[in-house]
């Protein structure tokens, strides 16, 4: 028998309702479930009594899948740990644009197929990143979508050096610059001017935010690069790093980002047949409001 964890985010599922009926269909199939919230909340929020809720670091590694029910922060935030334990992940779309989703909410019926094994796996490529201060790695995340490296709410621009294998490839001053993944290509640096990109291509997109100059563009190097980024000697004296979306990180000057393909795969997993221009239309003209 398949052992899936839901994993709902409670400030989108408002009383559950979605989790519900996704946990009906996939029992009816004859399917295992857990329930697992994808990460902590605050005491405000009041759980349903009803619904029995596991530890998810006890449950994943047992665990055939995970279904989160949110926005692609949720599902961005879920996939590090399931990569880790090498589970594949599904999301159901409770948010608005919801593009990393395989399903909308009023698509639960489709989970049934997940006990006959009738889907696939996108093997999607993630970014190791660290920050080294002096000699020591202070940080050290895996990254699905992008990097942004900003100047945080300062009304003043940060002056970034970004090298590629230890050669210059980009100096500009400006908000900020995005490093991200194909998967990533849609989110963030798609807003900063930088190109739609294939999930399945072989690619590390370098964005400038609000680039105060002519000539800096967005590069796209070769995912066998290595890419750092820091604050040149004439930058304000911090900038602010975050991963996914996360909790920034305060990088000081002398600090150094680096940021290259990692060695593990987020595993999303895909019950239709359908192309990424069919989503991109898709999604954008839903974001659109159409």
């Known amino acids: 028998m398949k052992r899936v964890i839901l994993s709902p985010n409670p400030y989108r599922d408002k009383n559950f309702q979605t989790l519900r009926e996704a946990m ?5 199939a004859g399917i295992e479930t857990r329930v697992c919230l994808p990460f902590e909340v605050d005491r405000t929020c009041d759980l349903p009594r009803d619904i029995r809720f596991s530890r998810m670091d006890r449950e994943l590694p047992n665990a055939d899948m995970v279904i989160c029910f949110g ?3 949720t599902l961005l935030h879920m996939a590090k740990a399931a990569t880790r334990q090498g589970v594949p992940v599904l999301g ?3 948010g608005t644009m919801g593009f990393m989703a395989e399903l909308e909410s009023t698509e639960l019926s489709e989970l049934a197929r997940i006990a006959a094994d009738d889907y696939t796996i996108d093997n999607r490529m993630m970014l190791d990143v660290t920050v080294q201060r002096d000699r020591d790695i202070i940080f ?8 942004a490296i900003t100047k945080g709410a300062v009304a003043r621009i940060v002056h970034l050096e970004v090298k590629c294998d230890g050669v210059q490839a980009m100096e500009c001053g400006g908000d900020g610059i ?7 290509s849609t989110a963030y640096s798609l807003s900063a001017g930088g190109p739609i990109v294939e999930p399945d291509a072989h690619s590390i997109l370098i964005t400038p935010i609000c680039a105060h100059d002519i000539v ?3 590069i796209v190097a070769s ?7 820091a604050m040149t000697h004439n930058a304000r004296r911090n900038a602010y790093l975050s991963v996914d979306g996360g909790k920034a990180l305060r990088m000081n000057m002398g600090d150094v980002a680096t940021i290259y393909k990692s060695n593990l795969c987020a595993k999303l997993v895909r019950l239709k047949e359908r192309s990424f221009y069919d989503v991109v239309n898709m999604k954008f ?3 659109r409001g159409e």
């Open 71 to 73: 926005g692609d922060g």
């Open 223 to 229: 995912d066998k690069r290595k890419v750092s980024v």
């Open 178 to 184: 995005i490093v991200a993944t194909p998967t990533g």
């Open 216 to 218: 800096s563009r967005c």
């Open 140 to 147: 050290h995340e895996l990254c699905l979508n992008d990097v």
């Open 92 to 94: 159901v779309n409770i």
């Open 285 to 287: 003209r839903v974001g």
């Open 24 to 28: 009906a269909v996939l029992q009816n």
